[in-house]
C-alpha cells in the first residue's frame, strides 16, 4: 500500500479523483466480469488509509452503468469513509437525471472556488454517437469561455469525463471529446488553465493539450489495455488493478498528481 510521506503543505488544496466506478444497477452484477461495488469499495479503503484530509472528491463519470437513483445512493453511500466536498459530473453511461435525484449536487457546469484555485467541471455527454463518445454543448462551451474570463486572476483546474486528447488507442480515439478542437481553443486562449483531469478511458494517463497536463485517473472498476485498435481488457497484473488518483494544487499554481492501485482483484465469480 502506498503512503503519503510529504506532510500537508499551507494552502494546498488535495483532491481525490475516483473514476468509472460502473456500478451496476443491482449489486451483485458482474460488470465486465467484476464486482464493481466490491472493487470501489476496496479503492475508498485504500484512499481512505492514506491519511489525507481531503478538501475535494471528484466523481468523475460513468459512475453507474445504467442504473438509477437507488444505484447512486449505493455509490455515495460506498465512498461515506472518504473525507472531502463531493463533486460528481457525467459520463457517457449516467443518466444525469437519476443523479439529479439521488443527491442534491451540481451535475455539470459547476465552478469550485478554493483557495487560489477554481475548479471548473464540465458535462461532456452531448451530443452522444451510440457507442461512447460525447461533446461539451454549445452552452458549455459559453459557460467555459464565460468562467475562463472571470478567473484570470486564480488557477484553474477543468475536469470533464471524456479525454480531450487522442491516446494511440484506435477504438478509443473515435469516441473522445468530439468537439476536443474547440475545447483546445478555448484552454489555449486562458493560461491560468494549469491542469485538466478526465476519465473515460479507464486506464492511467500522462498526456498534455497544449502545455496543459492533461491526467486520467485508472478506473475503480475494471482498466482497458492501452495502445489497441479494439477494446481489450488490460492484462498485466499490476497495470489491471482498479485504483484511484490523489493531486495536490499548490497556491503557486503547480500540481502534482498521484495515481494509487489497490491489491489483487478476485474475480467476480469468486467473491460469492
Ligand atoms: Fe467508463
Same mark, same amino acid.
Given at each position: 500500500m502506498s503512503r503519503v510521506v510529504t506532510p500537508p503543505a499551507a494552502g494546498s488544496i488535495y483532491l481525490l479523483q475516483l473514476t468509472d466506478c460502473h456500478l451496476m444497477p443491482q449489486p451483485g452484477v458482474p460488470f465486465r466480469g467484476i464486482d464493481s461495488d466490491?472493487?470501489? *469499495?476496496?479503492?475508498v479503503a485504500e484512499a481512505a488509509a492514506l491519511g489525507i484530509d481531503f478538501d475535494r472528491l471528484l466523481l468523475s463519470g460513468d459512475l453507474v452503468h445504467h442504473g438509477g437513483p437507488d444505484a447512486y445512493r449505493r455509490l455515495l453511500a460506498l465512498i461515506e469513509p472518504l473525507p472531502g466536498v463531493r463533486h460528481w459530473i457525467p459520463g457517457n453511461h449516467d443518466e444525469p437525471a437519476a443523479m439529479r435525484a439521488a443527491a442534491a449536487l451540481a451535475c455539470g457546469q459547476e465552478r469550485v472556488d478554493c483557495g487560489r484555485w477554481s475548479l471548473l467541471l464540465l458535462d461532456s455527454t452531448a $451530443?452522444?454517437?451510440?457507442? /461512447?463518445?460525447?461533446? &461539451?454543448?454549445?452552452?458549455?462551451?459559453?459557460? %467555459?469561455?464565460?468562467?475562463?474570463?472571470?478567473?484570470?486572476?486564480r488557477h484553474v483546474l477543468i475536469a470533464l469525463h471524456h479525454n480531450p486528447v487522442g491516446t494511440d488507442s484506435a477504438w478509443q480515439d473515435a469516441i473522445m471529446l468530439a468537439n476536443a478542437d474547440r475545447f483546445a481553443q478555448l484552454v489555449g486562449a486562458y493560461p491560468q488553465v494549469r491542469? !485538466? %483531469?478526465?476519465? $473515460?478511458? $479507464?486506464?492511467?494517463?500522462?498526456?498534455? &493539450?497544449?502545455?496543459?497536463?492533461?491526467?486520467?485517473?485508472?478506473?475503480?472498476?475494471?482498466?482497458?489495455?492501452?495502445?489497441?485498435?479494439?477494446?481489450? &481488457?488490460?492484462?498485466?497484473?499490476?497495470?489491471?488493478?482498479?485504483?484511484?488518483?490523489?493531486?495536490?494544487?499548490?497556491?503557486?499554481?503547480?500540481?502534482?498528481? $498521484?495515481?494509487?492501485? !489497490? /491489491? *489483487?482483484? *478476485?474475480?467476480?465469480?469468486? &467473491?460469492?
Amino acid at each position: 500500500m502506498s503512503r503519503v510521506v510529504t506532510p500537508p503543505a499551507a494552502g494546498s488544496i488535495y483532491l481525490l479523483q475516483l473514476t468509472d466506478c460502473h456500478l451496476m444497477p443491482q449489486p451483485g452484477v458482474p460488470f465486465r466480469g467484476i464486482d464493481s461495488d466490491a472493487t470501489l *469499495a476496496a479503492v475508498v479503503a485504500e484512499a481512505a488509509a492514506l491519511g489525507i484530509d481531503f478538501d475535494r472528491l471528484l466523481l468523475s463519470g460513468d459512475l453507474v452503468h445504467h442504473g438509477g437513483p437507488d444505484a447512486y445512493r449505493r455509490l455515495l453511500a460506498l465512498i461515506e469513509p472518504l473525507p472531502g466536498v463531493r463533486h460528481w459530473i457525467p459520463g457517457n453511461h449516467d443518466e444525469p437525471a437519476a443523479m439529479r435525484a439521488a443527491a442534491a449536487l451540481a451535475c455539470g457546469q459547476e465552478r469550485v472556488d478554493c483557495g487560489r484555485w477554481s475548479l471548473l467541471l464540465l458535462d461532456s455527454t452531448a $451530443h452522444p454517437d451510440g457507442r /461512447g463518445g460525447g461533446s &461539451l454543448s454549445e452552452a458549455s462551451l459559453s459557460w %467555459l469561455q464565460s468562467a475562463l474570463e472571470q478567473t484570470a486572476d486564480r488557477h484553474v483546474l477543468i475536469a470533464l469525463h471524456h479525454n480531450p486528447v487522442g491516446t494511440d488507442s484506435a477504438w478509443q480515439d473515435a469516441i473522445m471529446l468530439a468537439n476536443a478542437d474547440r475545447f483546445a481553443q478555448l484552454v489555449g486562449a486562458y493560461p491560468q488553465v494549469r491542469v !485538466i %483531469l478526465c476519465g $473515460h478511458l $479507464h486506464q492511467q494517463q500522462a498526456r498534455r &493539450l497544449g502545455t496543459v497536463p492533461v491526467f486520467c485517473a485508472p478506473a475503480t472498476s475494471v482498466q482497458f489495455k492501452p495502445a489497441q485498435a479494439e477494446l481489450a &481488457l488490460e492484462d498485466d497484473a499490476q497495470a489491471a488493478r482498479p485504483g484511484f488518483s490523489w493531486y495536490r494544487l499548490d497556491p503557486d499554481g503547480s500540481v502534482s498528481a $498521484h495515481p494509487c492501485r !489497490i /491489491g *489483487a482483484v *478476485a474475480p467476480a465469480a469468486a &467473491l460469492g
